[in-house]
């Protein structure tokens, strides 16, 4: 089963500018979640989508958006890009528990590297 | 919001020998679980182990084992005859029972040291 993609891998654009990268999950995943890792922030969470819909949303201004489409593909949209913003941006797919007592581990992708000059 | 600490930013171990890596959470879920998942340098993030909050036995997978202690909040991770291969920044996760959004710790870096 082929794992989750991610693309572009690397990125570098201007302040002020916007950037849109994508994620594949793995076949038979519909939650997409979106994190944002810096050194010694660890990943921090951006919002998950399910079945085309967004259902968790961390505490990111709202130049983060993201979308999914119905083929469980995601995007993710930053505006207005700042110094700040320059990270790895993970994307991570699994199976979405719909009941306790079951939970299912995320598969990562290689994430998207963006610098912002 | 669950908060996940993990005091030990960086680690070093000598190749063979057994390293623990510590972290702690904060809930007051009763049911939960908790991952361990490492990211070497090639930045592909895959799971290590997970525990149940409702079991009491450890989980071990391999060389990796976990020390789980419920009432202390408490998860570690320890990697028995290290390899260079275990070189990787290891991050400690928290998700509810009923959730599907996973908390991370802020990773400690494990060098090891051949």
């Known amino acids: 089963k082929a794992g989750v993609t991610q693309t572009p891998r690397y990125l570098i654009k201007t302040r002020g500018q916007q950037v849109t990268l994508s994620c594949s999950p793995i076949?038979?995943?519909?939650?997409v979640s979106w994190y944002q890792q810096t050194p010694g922030q660890g990943l921090q969470f951006l919002f998950e989508y399910f079945s085309e819909t967004q259902r968790n949303k961390g505490n990111f201004p709202g130049r983060f958006s993201g979308r999914q489409f119905s083929n469980s593909r995601s995007e993710m949209n930053v505006s207005t890009l700042e110094l700040g913003d320059s990270a790895l941006y993970l994307c991570?797919?699994?199976?979405?528990?719909?009941?306790?007592?079951?939970?299912?581990?995320?598969?990562f992708g290689p994430g998207t590297r963006l610098t912002v000059t | 919001a669950q908060t996940v600490t993990q005091s030990q930013p960086e680690m070093s171990v000598q190749e063979a020998e057994t390293v623990t890596l510590s972290c702690t959470y904060d809930?007051?879920?009763?049911?939960?679980?908790l991952f361990w998942y490492k990211q070497p340098p090639s930045r592909q993030m895959i799971l290590v182990i997970r525990q149940e909050a409702y079991k009491q036995q450890n989980a071990t997978e391999n060389r990796f084992s976990v020390n789980f202690q419920k009432a202390a909040k408490s998860f570690s991770l320890k990697i028995s005859d290290s390899q260079l291969g275990d070189a990787a920044m290891y991050f400690c996760?928290?998700?509810?029972?009923?959730?599907?959004?996973?908390?991370f710790g802020t990773g400690t870096s494990l060098t090891v040291i051949p």
């Open positions: 991570a797919s699994s199976y979405r528990a719909i009941r306790p007592g079951v939970a299912y581990e995320q598969y």
């Open positions: 996760a928290y998700l509810e029972n009923t959730g599907n959004q996973f908390y």
């Open positions: 809930t007051s879920e009763s049911d939960y679980y």
């Open positions: 076949s038979g995943h519909r939650s």
